[in-house]
């Protein structure tokens, strides 16, 4: 089965904007949906984007998702970053018998 | 609303069997086309998929833990349960339940529960 590889940690400055990668180890990312969740400390994780690049209700238009077939990868964009926004971030996706997989995470400090 | 709250002991012997419970409130385990899916996370580290029930009793499992793993659903008392045997140390999680209308979409999570695997 194939693996999805994230940085382990990201840092930016309030105010800018961060791009945080997930890169599909083989197989098209464009063969199964992707999804993103946010996960504060103590917290359960809760969905930021879903299906490569859809929001749910509530979800700030300064979040996006992309997936990119050249480099094999999605990508989970915040812009206008704040410290609200510091938090673990998890791509996610699965298989053909919709088996799920996550990525190892990533770290995001807003400083 | 729908909440979900897990519940079950907090320490487990090695080589026992972690049983964990998913009380389901503002909704039921069979009504509407639901997945009802465990998740854990080992301390510091990252989200592992467990498995899933489908509303229909359809289970799908986490090929690593498939040989040890079953999920259960219980329409009477709204409950889906997370039963994991022959446990080790490597076990030792936050356990979370979690609902979606699709096999990979969690929109509903609980608290999660601490399982410690230890002698």
């Known amino acids: 089965n194939f693996i999805l590889t994230q940085p382990h940690s990201v840092s930016e400055s309030p105010g800018t904007t961060v791009t945080i990668s997930c890169t599909r180890s083989?197989?098209?990312?464009?063969?199964?949906?992707v999804q993103w969740y946010q996960q504060r400390p103590g917290s359960s994780p809760t969905t930021v984007i879903f299906?490569?690049?859809?929001?749910p209700s509530g979800v700030p238009d300064r979040v996006s998702g992309v997936i990119d077939i050249s480099s094999n990868s999605a990508s989970l964009i915040i812009s206008g970053l704040s410290t609200e926004d510091e938090a673990d971030y998890y791509c996610?996706?699965?298989?053909?018998?919709?088996?799920?997989?996550f990525g190892g995470g990533t770290k995001l400090t807003v400083l | 609303q729908v909440l979900l709250q897990e519940s079950g002991p907090g320490l487990v012997k090695p080589s026992e069997t972690l049983s964990l419970t998913c009380t389901v409130s503002?909704?039921?385990?069979?009504?509407?086309?639901?997945?009802w899916t465990w998740i854990r996370q080992p301390p510091g580290k990252g989200l592992e998929w467990i498995g899933y029930?489908?509303?229909?009793?359809?289970?799908n499992y986490n090929p690593s833990l498939e040989s040890r793993v079953t999920i259960s659903g219980d329409t009477s008392t709204k409950q889906v349960s997370l039963r994991l045997n022959s446990v080790t140390a490597a076990d030792t999680a936050v356990y979370f339940c979690?609902?979606?209308?699709?096999?990979?979409?969690?929109?509903?999570w609980g608290q999660g529960i601490l399982v410690s695997v230890s002698s």
């Open positions: 979690a609902r979606g209308e699709i096999a990979y979409l969690f929109n509903h």
């Open positions: 503002g909704g039921s385990v069979s009504s509407g086309s639901y997945y």
């Open positions: 029930l489908y509303y229909s009793g359809r289970t």
């Open positions: 083989s197989g098209s990312i464009a063969s199964n949906y």
């Open positions: 299906e490569n690049n859809q929001r």
């Open positions: 996610q996706s699965y298989d053909g018998s919709n088996r799920v997989i």
